[in-house]
């Protein structure tokens, strides 16, 4: 009888090992994705920072020229913000866009994304256009390449045509003032950026 007890002992822990570890399992994983609700999306880390632009050739949307290509990104700092017309975000950050070419602080470039382009220049006479080239990026090919997750982003290019710091989401003034331009600041000082 002893024997006997012995051996059912060891398969009572082994059942109740069992039959927790799915609860194991579940407050494990609860507890990443809990700790995930306090990550910032707009510091996910981009592999292009400090590399050259990936190489393309956009055309413009129809009637409304120049398009935007790789080589246009040199010369001097820019921002290349990728947006749409379909992007509620987008509408979000239009106005400080618009108060930048007012004030022409920096050039800004247009990456269209996913976007019909009657569709895009509606939009555009709407809201206001701020950008001095805009390449339609109908396919969205491009956006992969620059690693686009989801419009808006905001990239600042450096005069080398290298990507010095990327913005993901609507740029809002904090963004602005403590990300974006020191950027650009850095970049036209030639120093590193601290994106």
Known sequence: MAGGSDTAMPSRRRRWALALL?????????????????????E???????????????????????????????????LVNVFASWCLACR????????????????????????EPEAALGWLARFGDPYSRIGADR?????????????????????????????IGAIDERAWRERLWPAIEAARAGRPAAC
Not at 101 to 113: A, Q
Not at 153 to 165: N, P
């Open 92 to 115: 979000v950050e239009h106005p400080l866009l618009m108060r930048l070419k007012r004030e022409g602080v920096v050039p800004i470039h247009g990456l269209n994304h996913k976007d």
């Open 139 to 167: 396919q969205g090919r491009v956006s992969i390449d620059w690693g686009v997750y989801g419009v808006p982003e905001t990239f600042v290019v450096d005069a080398e045509g290298r990507i010095v710091c990327k913005q």
């Open 22 to 42: 799915p609860l194991a399992i579940f407050l494990a994983l609860g507890g990443f994705l809990f700790q995930g609700l306090y990550l910032d999306s707009r």
């Open 44 to 78: 996910i880390p981009s592999a292009l920072i400090g590399r050259p632009v990936p190489e393309f050739a956009l055309p413009a949307l129809p009637g409304r020229p120049p398009g935007l290509a790789a080589a246009d990104l040199k010369g001097e700092v820019s």
